[in-house]
């Protein structure tokens, strides 16, 4: 044995991890493998798709990184006496990332032909290597499951985004519409008090008043409203009035019938400045509508979205009701639905019992569930959520009318990693952690699908029957 091989194994059964390595093992290694030291920021990466061996850190420091979406990360480090690339019995064969050398690094290496041979002579660093992989694919399902999360929120973060930008728009745009309409009311209020109508012309007024002030009846159909508008058009075209009028003199309900009756008690002066005066209270009525509106909708999703969240609250288990959190995540996922054309419809039956449940947790369910539906449905699709008690559980069933799962697929649906969406477009794990999270809620998710129906099946035990799911 050479001298520098009898220093090297000496250094490496001076490492804390290799201490225990026979020293027989060790010298199996050196003579089989190549020792090679590199300098600060040399990468390794594997050759096409498969890895290209194994790395025994002897000194210095390797980061494992990935790049994702342009963005590099380090999900994992080996320090001396670590090993990392292919790992003896491992299933991963093609690299999940990178190895880069921070500062000096000096390594064994250990080609993929030789692991074989290396499990049959060295039994003890081999078990070392075994224990390596289990941390390793701890971590990495930890950081895909953390990745898929965040892809989660992304996509709810671009669905909020879209569903608060409309009501926000309209917010804005009545609110600068607004002062242009105060000032036209505070001109056509003074023109009327000049006016100075009493009698009948003042009575007249007020009940074209009475009329705008009426909650609205059944809304018009878009052809309804416009041959009302064109008929009040003509009527106030027949008396020299301004027809911009009509619009909110429709909007408040006046129509020709109205008109006709009131406008024989004013004055020839006094008719078109009561009309000025109602059309300018009903815009700046129908702005202050719209503003309500609009901010009726953006506190509706903001109170979804931390209900949906459950920011407000801890993330332990509590007695819940599902038919909120399930109408929540419909409202949040509604943008997307939308740009698809595609409908969905809850239906809780009533007197749902509760459930002990992570609501924070659940609610992922049901958003990994209704975000899945919505992409296998074409356009003008249709989802149904249905929750009913069935004996001592609460079932929710999540169906869609699209082309359906094909049934070689149907049993590892629930598989971490296996996506049966385009390259890029899933990582997998969403029906993974559908799955992890049902099952610590003692409950059971499966799934049955034919073209034109799948079902998605959870059932959770409802409070007072806890182990008794299904």
């Known amino acids: 044995m050479a001298v520098n091989t009898i220093h090297m194994i000496e250094r490496l059964s001076k490492l804390p991890a290799l201490a225990d390595i026979p020293r027989k093992q060790l010298r199996w290694l050196l003579d089989n493998g190549e020792v090679h030291s590199v300098e600060d920021g040399t990468t390794f990466r594997g050759t096409g798709e498969e890895l290209i061996g194994l790395f025994l850190l002897i000194s210095g420091r390797f980061s494992v990184r990935v790049n994702q979406g342009g963005v590099e990360r380090e999900i994992r480090e080996v320090t001396s006496g670590g090993v990392t690339g292919y790992l003896p019995y491992s299933r991963m064969t093609a690299p999940r990332g990178y190895v880069v050398a921070d500062g000096p690094v000096e390594f064994l290496f250990i080609r993929l032909d030789d692991i074989t041979e290396m499990t049959r002579e060295c039994y003890d660093f081999t078990a070392i290597c075994v224990h390596e992989m289990i941390d390793r694919a701890r971590v990495f399902k930890s950081d895909d499951k953390r990745q898929e999360k965040m892809a989660a929120l992304g996509r709810l973060s671009a669905g909020l985004a879209h569903e608060l930008n409309n009501p926000a728009s309209a917010a804005g745009r009545a609110a600068r519409e607004l002062d242009t309409a105060r ?51 003509e009527w106030l075209d027949e008396k020299k009035i301004d027809t911009h009028l009509a619009y909110p003199l429709v909007e408040s309900g006046i129509t020709v019938v109205e008109l006709d009756a009131a406008a024989p008690a004013f004055g020839a002066v006094q008719l078109p400045v009561a009309l000025r005066y109602l059309g300018a209270n009903q815009t700046v009525r129908g702005l202050i509508d719209d503003i309500s509106s609009a901010t009726d909708r953006i506190h509706t999703l903001v109170a979804a979205v931390k209900k949906h969240t459950h920011m407000d609250r801890s993330s332990a288990a509590e007695q819940t009701r599902l038919h909120e959190h399930l109408a929540d995540t419909v409202t949040l996922m509604s943008a997307k639905a939308a740009l698809k054309g595609v409908s969905v419809e809850v239906r809780v039956e009533a007197d749902l019992p509760p459930i002990e449940a992570s609501v924070a947790d659940l609610n992922q369910v049901w958003m990994h569930l209704v975000d899945n539906a919505i992409d296998a449905v074409g356009e003008s699709g249709r989802i149904t959520i249905d ?84």
């Open 183 to 233: 000032k036209e009311l505070v001109a056509a209020t003074r023109e009327l008090g000049v006016a100075s109508l009493e009698g009948k012309p003042l009575e007249a007024l007020r009940s074209l008043e009475s009329v705008a002030q009426k909650p609205p009846g059944k809304p018009l159909s878009p052809l309804g409203r416009a041959e009302l508008e064109e008929r009040v058009i």
């Open 387 to 470: 929750a009913e008690r069935d004996r001592n559980s609460v079932v929710v069933r999540i169906v869609d009318n699209g082309p359906g799962i094909p049934k070689e697929n149907q049993e590892h649906v629930f598989e971490p990693f296996f996506t049966t969406k385009d390259v890029g477009a899933g990582r997998g794990l969403g029906l993974d952690i559908v799955r992890s999270v049902i099952l610590s809620h003692r409950g059971t998710v499966d799934v049955t699908s034919v073209p034109g129906r799948t079902e998605f099946r959870v059932s959770l035990p409802a409070c007072g029957f806890e182990g008794q799911g299904g």
